[in-house]
């Protein structure tokens, strides 16, 4: 429990950093190309550099995937769409670790209210999957974004699913 504690307390600290720096850039638009860059510089600072980070912890395990990796930088692009205010985001955080259960339930429908931010934290996967698609991303980084908060199911996993498993560990620990 304290690492995961500790771990939100970073999460939280990280959100103050600046925009990416110029090698990050160079990163960037290597791998995305022009109508994904563009999505990718909606997002704000803390989740550029989370999807860096995640990027990075990728690459260090040795993945090259060329889907994957825009995945890793792409996986959080549908909260441009509704952008979770700091104080939304340690909510959710909050209420997903208090209910559980309820909290799936709580995020169906409209981003209102206090279900704001649940909806958002459910629903981003798929805006996000439209997005990339509409700007051409392949269908294997639209189906990595898609599912990258998905349990899936146990047995044996498809290729396609270990290299899911890999983006959620890292977007899990970074």
Not at 8 to 13: A, D, S
Not at 15 to 43: A, C, M, S, Y
Not at 126 to 135: F, N, R, T, V
Not at 145 to 170: C, M, T, Y
């Amino acid at each position: 429990m304290k690492s995961k504690v500790n771990y939100r307390v970073w999460q939280f600290w990280q959100g103050f950093k600046r925009f990416p720096q110029e090698g990050d850039q160079e990163v960037i638009n290597t791998v995305l190309f022009q109508e994904e860059q563009d999505l990718f510089q909606q997002l704000p600072a803390a989740d550029q550099n989370h999807s860096l980070r995640v990027f990075r912890s990728l690459q260090t395990q040795g993945e090259d995937d060329p889907d994957l990796l825009k995945a890793a930088l792409l996986h959080d692009l549908g909260k441009i769409r509704y952008p979770l205010r700091r104080w939304e985001r340690v909510f959710a955080v909050l209420v997903a670790g208090l209910f559980p259960r309820r909290v799936q339930m709580w995020g169906e429908g409209k981003p209102i209210g206090l279900r704001r931010p649940l909806a958002i934290v459910k629903q981003h996967p798929q805006w996000g999957a439209d997005l990339a698609q509409s700007a051409g991303s392949s269908p294997r980084t639209v189906w990595f974004i898609q599912n990258h908060e998905k349990d899936l199911p146990e047995g044996s996993p498809s290729d396609e699913e270990l290299l899911l498993r890999k983006l959620q560990e890292a977007d899990n620990t970074n």
